[in-house]
């Protein structure tokens, strides 16, 4: 599955994605980000910059959001992973309450942003469930969006936190 | 595309130190700065440290150890760190965005060794050494001896940054950390200030502290300055006086270059400001 020349280096991996096991041998030159998507077929994170700045990949690993940009795949060893294809309950057909509150208050424009947004905003809301705007938006700020302008996002934050429960959230830090 | 020669990942810290002793292995913690350089570099050799348990935080009579992986979101939520130096702990919560302060270690700032590393200046104010092993044995380095120039250290190849070792204060002071950037957060420093100020009751100085990321060179305290502050009584024009110096010191160190015209009266008033909030007096 993976595409490897001979001479680079593979590792052999564990660690839990959206709560399933996986057991895999990776490139170690792969960032998190690229096995994601190239190798897992996990599109949802998206690829920004690469170096850390937007905030498009950002995933939660161990209860801590951090860029999958910045990361190689040897340092996930061991790891709890949650990405943006985990958020809704599995096989339920109804969006997770952030991604609703997301969608009534028009917080993804292009949408690009959103899932690192969103991502964000959980592991915040791990931490403080009823965060003020400026608790908000420093929890936020390594997340760009170039469409929204933030208001939306933020307005979105602040109704999820309204309606969030324990029982949303606890799967993220298991 | 990141090209890989070699990834180890060792347990123990021997081990760790044999790999580095052939000397073409580069040590990776939380690769915030890594990373990025490697996408645009040659084929490396990385040493993963971070199963060496070396993010702990210590305390003995007269110092505060702290290991080399110490992320910057757990230097700037730890008590210890917030009651003792306080500087690094303000330093370390203005790093990047919350995702690079989760992976950025203090070594990494360290080893990087970018003019503006904020935890550089804060550590500098507490006199940090830096405790460096190999296989040869171990070595302390001061920090303030330690970073050469922009990028550049005297480290070796087959030396791991094992801890930074800074010394409790002996008197109660007052400090100011000050960052500037072109936005409030996840910034690159354009300037950073921070200071330290003991007083008597008289208001007199008994001990002051400066140092500076992006003013000169590379981040480094500001002896005449403090030789100045020293056993003088606080006030304003003291301040002032101190600023100018520090002005004349950045134009002495690292010449009139483009940025001269902002930089100048920018830390100027940098000075002026951090030492007046150290010193508890109002700034206008």
């Known amino acids: 599955m993976v595409r490897n020349n001979m001479t680079e280096p593979t590792i052999d991996i564990r660690f839990y994605l959206n709560g399933i096991a996986f057991n895999r041998n990776a490139p170690a030159s792969w960032t998190l980000l690229r096995f994601l998507r190239d190798a897992l077929g996990y599109t949802g994170t998206k690829c920004g910059c690469e170096v850390g700045e937007c905030g498009a990949c950002t995933v939660i690993v161990d209860g801590q959001p951090v860029n999958a940009c910045l990361i190689l795949t040897p340092q996930i060893d061991g790891a709890n992973i949650w990405t943006i294809e985990g958020v809704a309950a599995a096989g339920a057909n109804e969006l997770h309450p952030i991604q609703k509150a997301f969608l009534e208050c028009d917080a993804a424009h292009c949408g690009f942003c959103s899932p690192g947004m969103i991502m964000s905003t959980i592991a915040l809301f791990l931490k403080n469930s009823n965060p003020d705007d400026a608790q908000i938006k420093q929890a936020l700020a390594g997340n760009l969006c170039r469409c929204t302008g933030y208001i939306q996002i933020i307005d979105a934050v602040r109704k999820a936190a309204s309606k969030i429960t324990e029982n949303d959230l606890q799967k993220f830090v298991s | 595309m990141i090209a890989l020669s070699a990834y180890r990942q060792p347990d123990m810290l021997n081990e760790a130190l044999e790999i580095l002793s052939s000397g073409d292995f580069a040590p990776i ?77 203090v070594g990494g700032n360290i080893i990087n060794a970018s003019p503006c590393a904020d935890s550089v200046p804060a550590l500098l104010n507490y006199d940090a050494e830096l405790v460096l092993l190999s296989q040869k044995g171990r070595r302390a380095v001061k920090l303030n001896e330690f970073t050469l120039g922009p990028y550049k250290t005297q480290i070796k190849p087959d030396e791991l940054l094992y801890s930074i070792r800074c010394k409790k204060q002996s008197t109660p002071s007052g400090c100011s950390y000050l960052k500037l950037g072109r936005r409030q957060a996840v910034n690159i420093s354009r300037m950073t200030l921070a200071a330290t100020i003991a007083k008597d009751k008289n208001d007199v100085i008994t001990n002051a502290t400066i140092a500076g990321g992006s003013i000169f060179p590379a981040p480094s305290r500001m002896p005449e300055i403090e030789k100045m502050l020293n056993r003088q009584k606080v006030s304003y024009e003291l301040f002032e006086d101190a600023a100018n110096l520090a002005a004349d010191l950045m134009i002495k160190e690292s010449g009139v270059r483009w940025s001269t015209p902002y930089k100048k009266p920018v830390l100027i008033g940098l000075v002026q400001r951090a030492l007046c909030e150290a010193s508890g007096i109002n700034a206008s």
């Open chain 2, 29 to 105: 913690a939380g690769g915030t700065d890594l990373i990025p350089q490697l996408r645009c570099g040659q084929q490396r050799k990385l040493l993963d440290i971070s199963r060496l348990g070396l993010s702990f935080i210590k305390k003995d009579d007269n110092f505060i150890e702290i290991g080399a992986a110490c992320t910057h979101s757990r230097l700037s939520s730890d008590d210890l760190i917030k009651e003792k130096l306080p500087l690094l702990f303000r330093a370390t919560g203005l790093v990047g965005s919350w995702q690079i302060r989760n992976r950025g270690t």
